[in-house]
């Protein structure tokens, strides 16, 4: 469970830093790394199915705060915070698995 552990870990520092990203380059390369780590996350025969979904939800949250996914009309802000939410749901799901 340590490489999960990792990804999560990486994850809440990338979205920690999405507040930075000024440019699109610095935006795509935020939303590459998390895409890859959200996929991982959700397609990891260790992680349970409420977990994967919210694998999904930090990847299209933290993909319509960078400008890259629909927003539904929110803000980053707001998308930011979604985002983090659902990785904290996530976090905790991994942790009573263990």
Known sequence: MSHINAKITALRELIDTIKFAETVIDRS???SAMRLLCDDLHTDK?????????????????????????????SSEQHL??????????????????
């Open 29 to 31: 390369a935020l939303f």
């Open 46 to 74: 260790d992680v349970n199915g409420y977990a994967q979904g919210k694998a999904f939800d930090v990847r299209w949250h933290a993909g319509a705060a960078l400008g890259f996914d629909e927003t539904n009309g929110h």
């Open 81 to 98: 915070v979604w985002a983090m939410g659902a990785l904290n749901v996530l976090e905790s799901e991994i942790g009573q698995a263990l």
